[in-house]
């Protein structure tokens, strides 16, 4: 039986993450901070079936004690300060988690066993202002926010780590992936809450930023069966995930709100507090290496994805409704 160790659990990824290693017979153990207020919400389901580990990526002695108790086959280091905006007014905490956690994972590994396969969850962001499209594993990078280059900093700590030290270290350069358990806080969900609320007459309008914003989005559930299998490679790599296909965040809007059988135009406003101090305007994955060699293929479209998202929040407050009753 494998083993797995998990940063970033308790999150969108960590919980589709650990559904599919236990579905895989492994032994699964993860990574939770100490926070006065812990959410397991995501991972209630399964949480009789885990080994939680009380670190921080913050604190390199509690990482190593992590390892040592987990005492994994692979790990994959989810965690970060993921939210783009938020790195604008907490810059250098962003750093701390979002770069520098990673080279203190990848030391936990190398001081307690080098043998240990780690994955690091890139981010599409670090391409920010594109180069070339659509973007590929050797695209160069031109991040525009402080996550973006934290992110930079992660992915090059992995490859540095796997060069000199000889580790089995993977990246997976993963573009916007969602799904009911995103956070309130990101576009997509935002967008899809908004959607069933003002379906239900609990709110009257959507304030948005930019609309011609293009992303690639899939489904974080797909996206986690590639970082798995780029830890089943005979040596370790770096690969772009996504579907290769850019909608705009006014597709996202429009198929949410035909969902629900509203007209968006009479419902989203357009407001400048919501634009980025640096705007990313489009952003496309080639997954095509992904495909050829881990044999890897999105199976939600973006349809299937936004409706998905939007049916998960309906029933969410249709029940919060019906126990106000």
Excluded: C
Excluded at 82 to 96: A, M, R
Excluded at 209 to 229: I, K
Aim: aromatic content about 10%; glycine content about 6%.
């Amino acid at each position: 039986m494998k083993t797995a160790l998990i940063t970033g659990i308790t999150g969108q990824d960590g919980s589709y993450l650990a559904e599919l290693l236990l579905g895989k017979g492994y032994r699964v153990a993860g990574v939770v901070r100490r926070a006065s207020t812990e959410s397991f919400e995501r991972i209630g389901h399964i949480k009789d079936q885990l080994q939680l580990i009380q670190a921080d990526l913050l604190d390199q002695y509690s990482l190593i004690d992590a390892v040592k108790t987990a005492n994994p086959d692979e790990v994959y280091n989810l965690a970060a300060q993921s939210f783009v905006p938020t790195s604008w007014n907490q810059p250098v905490l962003t750093g701390e988690f979002t770069a520098l956690g990673v080279t203190r994972m990848l030391e936990a590994i190398r001081l307690v066993n080098p043998k240990i396969r780690f994955y690091q969850a890139s981010s599409s962001e670090m391409f920010g202002k594109v180069l070339e499209t659509p973007q590929s594993e050797s695209t160069p990078f031109y991040p525009r926010s402080p996550y973006g280059v934290a992110k930079a900093y992660g992915h090059y700590i992995t490859v540095n780590y796997r060069e000199s030290y000889d580790l089995y270290a993977a990246s997976g350069i993963l573009f916007n992936h969602e799904s009911p358990r995103r956070g309130l806080e990101f576009v997509t969900r935002k967008v899809t809450n908004a959607a069933a609320r003002i379906k239900l007459g609990l709110d009257k309008e959507l304030r948005m930023g930019n609309l011609d914003a293009r992303r690639d989005w899939g489904f974080a559930g797909d996206y986690v069966e590639a970082m798995w299998l780029m830890l089943q490679q005979d040596s370790p790599d770096d690969y772009v995930v996504a579907t290769g296909e850019t909608q705009k965040v006014e597709a996202l809007v429009s198929t949410a709100f035909a969902r629900v059988g509203l007209e968006w135009q009479k419902y989203v406003v357009q407001d400048p507090a919501f634009y980025r101090p640096a705007e990313v305007d489009l952003l496309v994955g080639d997954p095509s290496k992904a495909e050829a060699k881990l044999g890897w293929k999105p199976m939600v479209t973006f349809q299937q994805l936004v409706e998905m998202m939007v049916d998960s929040d309906l029933a969410r407050w249709e029940k919060v409704l019906r126990h106000q009753e």
